[in-house]
């Protein structure tokens, strides 16, 4: 069975009058000058360009400008996953047919992309054409600066403006306690915004709705952590379910299952994800970099281009821990990362592997030399 033509694709427009139609229909989704010249060789094969606003199992829905249709992506499914359709993607689909396939998708701008749980050591590609990546943090729960520090890292990393948004701010009502969180946050969130939030309040919505009405926002954080409440409240409407988190432990459960991006009414496009419990880093050492700018920056003024910042002479990152100017928690962390996103890049990488072993071998050598020399001591 074959579906009617796209009345774009077969009413006899103009170029300037199809490029306003496109325009029309797409803008309040992202569409550009810049998007409309990508696209252009596919539009001279007779493709509609769409955007993707959910996938699912090898399908995904797309707006173009006929409206929303479902397609398949049975011609653009590669091995890598990082390569495969995802939610914001830009897409040349077939004008008719049932079902319709996608062709191609446009060059991503952005990409936010973590590692997967699995011993693969697969990159899971989570959104793509972001622009503010918001990573969400419940007031109602202590704070874990150590997990915001991995989503800011990942969020540098894709591309993307980082944004803290720490929601809940109605059940911290004294303003000294929460101001002393932000500033908690602001410290281990160097050149980031963090803005508190209530959805049931309102408080703190209309700035956050001005900065997301330029550009793609996604929602990052935890289950829990009042993703969907803060989605519904910036669309206006109950758009995205909501269940309240558990009484034990205050973690909530997964109530978006699906990535799914939603134009807000003020402009701009909202991507809405499932809540993360595990946020692995994938070759994310510029992110990591950003995050700890400051560690970075000392470390610049290191005697040695290669210190550990452990026992080496005329370390700048050991003498600003012992002057009081860096917290110990941050040099920790920013120790976890690196590792970590070292382990995982050398996973995939043979030179990574080889880097990794001989770095071992050095701090090897630099253990039993320091044995050696407190055996020299004791006797």
């Known amino acids: 069975m074959t579906s009617a033509s796209s009345p ?15 325009s029309s229909a797409l803008a309040p989704y992202g569409w550009d000058e810049t998007w409309a010249g990508a696209f252009a060789p596919y539009a001279a094969d007779g493709l509609l360009p769409g955007r993707v606003v959910r996938v699912d199992r090898g399908r995904c829905d797309v707006v173009t400008p006929d409206g929303t249709v479902h397609a398949d992506t049975e011609f653009v499914t590669p091995r890598d996953p990082l390569r495969a359709v995802c939610t914001g993607d830009w897409v040349a689909v077939d ?14 701008r952005t990409a ?60 911290v009502p004294d303003p000294a306690t929460r101001a002393y969180l932000v500033q908690d946050v602001e ?12 959805a049931r309040t309102g408080d703190g919505l209309d700035v956050l709705t001005a900065v997301l009405s330029g550009g793609t926002a996604v929602l990052l954080g935890q289950s829990g952590a009042g993703k969907s409440t803060l989605a519904n409240a910036l669309l206006g409407e109950d758009v995205m379910d909501v269940q309240q988190v558990r009484d034990t432990d205050g973690k909530g459960r ?75 928690r941050r040099l920790d962390s920013y120790r976890k990362l690196q590792r970590e996103n070292q382990w995982i890049v050398a996973k995939s990488d043979a030179r990574a592997r080889a880097e990794l072993r001989k770095e071992g071998k050095r701090r090897g050598a630099q253990g039993r030399a320091a044995m050696e020399a407190k055996r020299g001591r004791w006797r």
């Open 187 to 198: 410290t281990s969130a160097p050149g980031v915004p963090v803005l508190t939030v209530s």
């Open 112 to 171: 936010f992309v973590r590692a997967t749980s699995s011993k693969r050591s697969e990159g899971q590609i989570l959104a793509a054409n972001v622009d503010h990546a918001i990573v969400t943090v419940s007031l109602a729960a202590d704070l874990d600066l150590g997990r915001i520090e991995r989503f800011l890292a990942l969020a540098w990393e894709s591309g993307a403006q980082p944004l803290v948004v720490l929601t809940k701010a109605d059940l």
């Open 95 to 108: 004008p008719d047919g049932d079902p319709r396939y996608v062709r191609a998708y446009l060059p991503r």
């Open 254 to 328: 997964h109530t978006t299952t699906t990535r799914n991006l939603l134009p807000l009414p003020g402009g701009g496009v909202l991507i809405d994800t499932p809540g993360l419990r595990g946020v692995g880093l994938w070759d994310a050492e510029s992110g990591v970099g950003q995050v700890f700018a400051e560690i970075e920056e000392l470390a610049a003024h290191c005697r040695f281009p290669d210190c550990a910042h452990d026992t080496e002479p005329g370390c700048a990152v050991r003498a600003a821990l012992d002057a009081g100017r860096l917290p110990q």
């Open 8 to 22: 774009l694709s077969s009413s006899p427009l103009s170029s300037s009058s199809l490029s306003s139609a496109l």
